[in-house]
């Protein structure tokens, strides 16, 4: 597709956490092809605070929709006044191209809402959203990855990208902020390599019991004398509770502590990452720390963690991947063992421990 050289692109990619650090490569690719080009992104507030500052990034657009539609949005007057500032701010500039990589009907409205004779999506994308865009991409194939299929739109544009680049901008501030937490907890205190445990993940189907969390918790802490930190949102403050509860020796807990770009600063400095399919398992890999990812009701092929060193672990069952977010008998995730796990997980140590900074927090 020929589009000339344009001097503005708008890339429409919302949510969620996954989703967004996974577009990170598209925009690079971008980048790469038109490096002349001002690179907007429009992205809803959730996961903003992650793109603030990226060096292919000129504007940063938020869509606050989820606040606007909820009860933290001030009364009516406040919220028409919100979103009207949000509406003319996204159409104060004109593009040149404007790519849906969404390909739901919230993107597709924003899409025709901006300023530009080029939109580009996908032929047959959800939510009738194609009928928002006047350039469309054939249909693509639901297993190939997702990070492909973003990079398969740079290349329909003219990029010749190979390998996904990954980068976040961060910076002193983050990493005085993890080193007062990790500080804070005591976890600076011993030598062991630091492993974070992300035990949370948005569909109960991915949710590993809380008894498996404590076993590999307590196991990577007798056979690695590890410095084990767990992650989360602050809603997941209750079940970090219950994992801990069931330790012997209780791990870091910085569930709810850290913002998007601490978090990525902490993930960065482990020498590995324990995760279900979440967001936080694509940011330790777009950060380039190996991950021992859980899989059951969804494919590794579609979504599992970019990049080199990672470990995925998952049952072949004939019901799995069923994509389901709930499930009587979830046996394709809790039929994965905390043994099975830990032997994972000391497979990347046991390999990282001979790089130079496997221990990069106490470089």
């Known amino acids: 597709m020929d589009i000339g050289q344009p001097e ?20 690079e690719a971008i980048h790469g092809l038109w490096p002349q080009a001002r690179v907007d992104w429009l992205v809803e507030e959730a996961s903003s605070d992650l793109l603030a500052g990226h060096p292919v ?23 028409l006044a919100e979103i009207g500032s ?6 104060s500039r004109p593009y040149d191209l404007v790519v849906d990589l969404q390909g739901l009907f919230k993107s597709g409205i924003l899409t025709r809402l ?12 959800r939510e009738f959203s194609w009928l928002f865009v006047n350039e469309r991409l054939p ?21 010749d990208v190979q390998e996904p680049v990954f980068r976040l901008a961060l910076g002193p501030a983050e990493v005085a902020r993890v ?18 445990v992300h035990p949370e993940a948005l569909w109960p189907t991915k949710r590993w019991s809380p008894r498996n969390f404590a076993a590999v918790c307590d196991g990577l802490v007798r056979e690695w004398d590890a410095r084990v930190v767990l992650t989360g949102a602050p809603a997941d403050a209750d079940r970090a509770e219950e994992i801990i509860g069931q330790t012997l020796k209780p791990p870091a807990n910085l569930v709810g502590r850290t913002g998007l770009r601490e978090l990525a600063e902490l993930l960065r400095r482990a020498a590995v990452v324990v995760s279900p399919d979440t967001g936080t398992m694509h940011l330790a890999a777009a950060v380039g ?30 019901c799995s991947p069923c994509f389901k977010k709930t499930c009587p008998d979830p046996v394709c995730l809790n039929g994965i063992t905390p043994e099975l796990v830990l032997t994972e997980a000391g497979g990347v140590l046991t390999r990282t421990e001979k790089m130079p900074g496997w221990t990069r927090d106490q470089e």
């Open 8 to 27: 503005r692109i708008l890339i429409v990619k919302l949510s969620a956490l996954g989703d967004v650090v996974q577009t990170l490569a598209f925009a």
């Open 139 to 159: 249909a693509y194939d639901p297993d190939r990855h997702a990070v492909e299929r973003y990079l398969d739109v740079a290349r329909s544009l003219g990029a």
């Open 57 to 79: 990034l000129d504007r940063v657009i938020v869509s606050r929709r989820k606040t606007w539609l909820g009860r933290g949005g001030g009364g009516p007057g406040r919220r």
């Open 289 to 318: 720390t190996p991950v021992v990812a859980l899989f059951g009701p969804t494919a590794p092929w579609r979504t599992g963690p970019v990049g080199w060193g990672h470990r995925v672990i998952r049952l072949d069952l004939d």
């Open 114 to 125: 901006a300023r530009s004779p080029v939109r580009l999506g996908f032929e047959g994308s």
């Open 86 to 91: 949000f509406l003319k701010e996204l159409r």
């Open 179 to 196: 080193d007062d937490l990790l500080a804070a907890t005591g976890v600076t205190d011993r030598r062991g390599p630091l492993v974070v």
